[in-house]
């Protein structure tokens, strides 16, 4: 059943639209390929260790941690809300 200005089945599809997005950015910060011997945020040698775990490696420790908290930070916020759910 609809409520407001939402059409029947428009929960679900919002719901299906932030899971596939969030799968999406998942994907795409899977590194992949030869990794960088540098961090390209602050320039300390990344250890060989962590090269070898993570192919494909951009960042350090430090600065890979800072990135995820801030796209967390930004995930939180539903950016496909419609104006029902914005209403409530």
Do not use: F
């Not at 040698?45 to 908290?69: F, N, S």
């Amino acid at each position: 059943m609809a409520v407001g200005w939402s059409r029947d089945g428009a929960v679900q599809e919002q719901i299906d639209a932030t899971v596939e997005s969030a799968v999406e950015m998942a994907k795409n910060r899977l590194p992949s390929g030869e990794s960088a011997t540098h961090c390209q945020e602050c320039e300390d040698v990344i250890p060989e260790a962590r090269r070898k775990a993570l192919p494909g490696v951009r960042y350090c420790v430090t600065c890979q941690t800072e990135m995820e908290r801030r796209q967390k930070r930004a995930a939180l916020y539903n950016r496909r809300g419609s104006k029902d759910s914005q209403l409530k």
